[in-house]
């Protein structure tokens, strides 16, 4: 099982409280292990990807 790096871990804890504050209900989150990027669903539509530099984009 593939472990998420450090910098996607402090990205995904910004965003995570960023959703929060505003209310938005976080539906899934997966790390894809063939890319090393994390996707996340945020409320119904709201996607991000961080790589594992911990840049993230919104696709």
């Known amino acids: 099982m ?5 910098e996607q871990l402090k990205a995904f804890y910004r965003r995570c409280v960023r959703a929060s504050n505003l209310l938005q209900p976080i539906n899934v989150v ?4 063939r890319t090393k990027r994390i996707y996340v669903l945020i409320g119904d539509t709201i ?3 961080i790589y594992p530099n911990g ?5």
């Open 55 to 59: 840049e993230v984009t919104f696709p």
């Open 47 to 49: 996607q991000i990807e």
């Open 30 to 33: 997966r790390l894809d292990e």
């Open 2 to 6: 593939q472990e998420p790096t450090a």
